[in-house]
Structures are given as C-alpha cells and as structure tokens.
T-cell receptor, first 109, second 112 residues
Framework: AAGVIQSPRHLIKEKRETATLKCYPI?????VYWYQQGPGQDPQFLIS???????DKGSIPDRFSAQQFSDYHSELNMSSLELGDSALYFC????????FGPGTRLTVL | SQQGEEDPQALSIQEGENATMNCSYK?????LQWYRQNSGRGLVHLIL?????REKHSGRLRVTLDTSKKSSSLLITASRAADTASYFC????????????FGGGTRVLVKP
C-alpha cells in the first residue's frame, strides 16, 4: 500500500540558509500534518492542513511557512535557519488514523 | 503539563514478558492513537481507539481507554527483542481540529 513520501530524506544546510521539505500524502487522505522532533524529544506539532486549507497551527516559528497544493502535496519552507532547527521533520496524512512518513533529517551547520 | 503524558518513561523487560505503558490526557478527545518509533526512524501507527471504545486488540497489542479517567494503556504481550522501541500515545482532542498531540513516550527495552 502507498505510504507517505517525504523528500529529501537528509538535508544539510548552513546557518541562515533556506530549506524546503516536501511531503506527498497517502492518496485520498484529507489531512496533512507537519511535526518536528528534536534529539530525544517527542514530536512537536507544527501545522496541519485539511483539504488544502490550513486548519491548525502549533509551535511553528515565524521563519517557517507551509502550504498544501492542488495535488495535495505539502511543502514546509524554513528560512534563516538556526542551529536549533536541526531535527527530524515528519509529515503525516490521515483520513482517520494518522500515518507518518519516514521523516527528513535536517542538519544545520 | 502537556496532553498525552506517558508513564513509565522507560521500561526494561525480558523477552517473553508483557510490557504495559500508560498514557494520560487532559481534555476530551475524539480518538487516541499509539505509535512505535525505532531510534531516529519514523513513527509507525499501531492502533487507534475511538472515544466510544473501551478496548481494542491487534495481534499482541491490547489497548484500553478509560475516558472517565482520561487514560489509556498499551499492553504488549509475549514481548520480543524486535519490540524494543519508543512508544508514543497521541490524542486528537475534540477542540483542536486537525492536531495530534504526542506525549513524552515510553522507551521499551526487551532483552533477549
């Protein structure tokens, strides 16, 4: 069965650079979530979309923005990267239960 | 405190034993989901229990939900070394729209 796809799987950036993470949800799922998980931390909710409209916002810095496109894929844009942004970024999609992608490991040097 | 707190934070058992972990939450929920995560890997969905359900089984997993106590438990029976992972509960609060809130996780070590 198709799963949530995230790209890239690994990303290395310098401080103050910009990063774009992509998420392709499971077909026919109507909700997409983005989470950030720091080392040894539990996943922290960033933002979600329901039918391409932003539906909930969590602890997402102003430097980050996200959108969901007409084909339902979503992108998380991160600007002015800081060392503390180094983390695993997960995307999940759901119709009822949420299924997570493999994550993008972002390292900011 | 955050929604979806788990206890214990860590659990070490022998293969073949049962592992039980608990999750407490604060607000009314639509459903509660349990996930497994191997170190540095993705979150694997294990089971979803709706607010009107009290118990659910999936293979060696048994989940209970007590909405009056705002708590859930995950039982892994006859544990295997491959069950070694962190286990998270995540709640879908009624008032939160599309937002799953994760607890701190229970790190389970199953020794062969």
């Amino acid at each position: 069965a198709a799963g949530v796809i995230q790209s890239p799987r690994h990303l290395i950036k310098e401080k103050r650079e910009t990063a774009t993470l992509k998420c392709y949800p499971i077909p026919r799922h109507d909700t997409v979530y983005w989470y950030q998980q720091g080392p040894g931390q539990d996943p922290q909710f960033l933002i979600s979309f329901y039918e391409k409209m932003q539906s909930d916002k969590g602890s997402i810095p102003d430097r980050f923005s996200a959108q969901q496109f007409s084909d339902y894929h979503s992108e998380l844009n991160m600007s002015s990267l800081e060392l503390g942004d180094s983390a695993l970024y997960f995307c999940a999609s759901s119709l009822r239960a949420a299924f997570f992608g493999p994550g993008t490991r972002l390292t900011v040097l | 405190s955050q929604q979806g707190e788990e206890d214990p934070q860590a659990l070490s058992i022998q293969e073949g034993e049962n592992a039980t972990m608990n999750c407490s939450y604060k607000t009314s929920i639509n459903n509660l989901q349990w996930y497994r995560q191997n170190s540095g890997r993705g979150l694997v969905h294990l089971i979803l229990i709706r607010s009107n359900e009290r118990e659910k089984h999936s293979g060696r997993l048994r989940v209970t939900l007590d909405t009056s106590k705002k708590s859930s438990s995950l039982l892994i029976t006859a544990s295997r070394a491959a069950d070694t992972a962190s286990y998270f509960c995540a709640t879908a609060p009624v008032a939160a729209g599309n937002k799953l809130t994760f607890g701190g996780g229970t790190r389970v070590l199953v020794k062969p």
